[in-house]
């Protein structure tokens, strides 16, 4: 039987854990409050994070990491990202020879400008080709509903794409292949970016035509990065690029969304930062997703004002007009 290790009992790591196991992977979540954890391996439920979802009571939890890494073939990371570095430092000794190590998360790290599948490479000293990613328009709260959603699974070995394929397919969760984990990083990544602008916007009482500027031309900024950074450009047409960036953009469960709304409304920072109990990644990512555009001399304005309102307190009006008055340019420079 393949098995699988799931770091994170958050609302993805949790949900993932849950597909793996109903598709048949023996799956075991390793979290870090007892609580959570015996809840979850005891009355199969997270009730802080996935109140009222049965979960399978052939899923498990631990908190002691070497038990869920024991014959693991799937490695799963879903801690915030900024977090990724300092808990797979710790989790490294334990980790087996030969396990696919798998990223489901969408940021970028603050200080390296390291993509997750880098980080998760540099630390745990293992080539691309044992790094899997996980993306797409995956929003937690519709998929422990049973509804339908895909999803894209990117490693550059083949039979390891293939394999992880298979161990989370389900008939109403459909994972597609795709080499291209660059581009497939980026996709989550940025979204959020682009997904805290849609917000914004909502939230000062603006309407679709915005909604669907922002989006896509957030979706050229996500394609200019990705064009210097050697992604594939035909991932961004797909679910990993445009799917999850409609999905996050569009809809009130999004995190990264409701706290671009929050802001737009006038709450300031602080209160946006009280109001979200759960991880919103393109608070932090905007500004590295910055850095590495900038490193890469790419031109991201979405990104840019994202920062300015986020982080250095410019009023979202300032950001739209700042935005509107750009010079002229062709639809399709960059890229
Ligand atoms: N929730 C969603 O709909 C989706 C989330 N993602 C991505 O998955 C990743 C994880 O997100 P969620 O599970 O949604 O977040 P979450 O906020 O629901 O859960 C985060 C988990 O990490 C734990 N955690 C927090 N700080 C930690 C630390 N320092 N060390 C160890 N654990 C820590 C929390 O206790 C919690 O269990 C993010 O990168 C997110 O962008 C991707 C697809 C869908
Ligand atoms: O990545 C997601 C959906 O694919 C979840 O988006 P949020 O983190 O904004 O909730």
């Not at 400008?113 to 790094?131: G, H, L, N, Q």
Request: glycine share 10%; charged share 20%; with cysteine.
């Amino acid at each position: 039987m393949t098995k699988a290790a799931v770091f994170g009992t958050g609302s993805w790591g949790t949900t993932f854990a849950m597909l793996l196991a109903t598709a048949g992977t023996g799956t075991t979540l390793w979290g870090r409050r007892a609580e959570i954890v015996e809840a979850i391996d005891k009355r199969h439920e997270n009730p802080d994070y996935l109140p009222g979802t049965a979960l399978p009571e052939t899923l498990r939890a631990t908190v002691d990491p070497a038990e869920a890494l024991d014959g693991a073939d799937f490695v799963v990371l879903a801690v915030p990202s900024q977090t990724l570095r300092g808990n797979l430092t710790a989790w490294k000794p334990h980790l087996p020879s030969g396990a696919v190590l798998v990223s489901l998360m969408k940021g970028i790290e603050l200080g390296t400008t390291k993509r997750m599948s880098e980080v998760i490479c540099e630390v745990a000293e293992v080539p691309r080709e044992r790094v899997a990613v996980v993306s797409g328009p995956n929003l937690v709260g519709e998929i422990v509903l049973g509804q339908p959603a895909a999803t894209v699974v990117a490693c550059p070995d083949e039979r390891a794409m293939e394999r992880l394929q298979e161990a989370c397919h389900l008939p109403w969760f459909r994972a597609y292949t795709n080499p291209d984990v660059v581009g497939v990083e980026l996709g989550g990544a940025v979204k959020n970016v682009i997904a805290l602008a849609v917000g914004i916007a909502a939230g000062m009482g603006l309407g679709d035509n915005v909604r669907a500027t922002l989006m896509t031309r957030g979706l050229a900024e996500i394609a200019r990065l990705g064009a210097a950074l050697g992604a594939d450009q035909h991932t961004f047409a797909g679910l990993a690029g445009m799917g999850d960036l409609v999905a996050t953009c569009s809809s009130p469960l999004s995190r990264n969304r409701t706290f671009g709304e929050n802001l737009g409304r006038g709450m300031t920072l602080a209160e946006t930062v009280a109001a979200t109990k759960q991880t919103a990644e393109g608070v932090k990512s905007c500004e590295s997703v910055l850095e590495l555009a900038r490193k890469h001399d790419v031109e991201m304005p979405i990104t840019e004002v994202v920062v300015a309102v986020v982080h250095d307190g410019m009023p979202p009006g300032e950001a739209g007009a700042l935005l509107m008055s750009r010079t002229p340019k062709p639809e399709r420079y960059g890229v």
